[in-house]
């Protein structure tokens, strides 16, 4: 089994930052790719950004170049900062861990989340 827990989350105002952290523990060896996804109530849930071991990423669209993935393997921790962040960016943000740099499976692990509110 493997845990994630997710912190860092809050309310912030438009064009500010904020920084999302992610503690994985447990059988981590399963894991291939780390990321964040987030999600609005009745909406699917959504890709952020991957990182895999060695550290190749993917953005979607509507973060790439506001946001950034990163991680420490030595303290199994992922980072995701989050820049210049947009009212659209309020969501809960969830930790994942799994094997698709593109899309999150059935077979994969999840935090409990973490709420963003962008809004003055």
């Known amino acids: 089994q493997v845990q994630l827990v997710e912190s860092g989350g809050g309310l912030v105002q438009p064009g500010g930052s904020l920084r999302l952290s992610c503690a994985a523990s447990?059988?981590?060896?399963?894991?291939?790719?780390m990321g964040w996804y987030r999600q609005v109530p009745g909406n699917e849930r959504e890709l952020v950004a991957t990182?895999?071991?060695?550290?190749?990423?993917n953005y979607s669209d509507s973060v790439r170049g506001r946001f950034t993935i990163s991680r420490d393997g030595a303290k199994n921790l992922v980072y995701l900062q989050m820049n210049s962040l947009k009212p659209e960016d309020t969501a809960v943000y969830y930790c994942?861990?799994?094997?698709?740099?593109?899309?999150?499976?059935?077979?994969?692990?999840w935090g409990q989340g973490t709420q963003v509110t962008v809004s003055s």
């Open positions: 994942n861990g799994g094997r698709s740099r593109y899309r999150y499976t059935s077979d994969d692990y």
């Open positions: 447990g059988s981590i060896g399963s894991i291939y790719v």
């Open positions: 990182i895999t071991s060695p550290e190749l990423t």
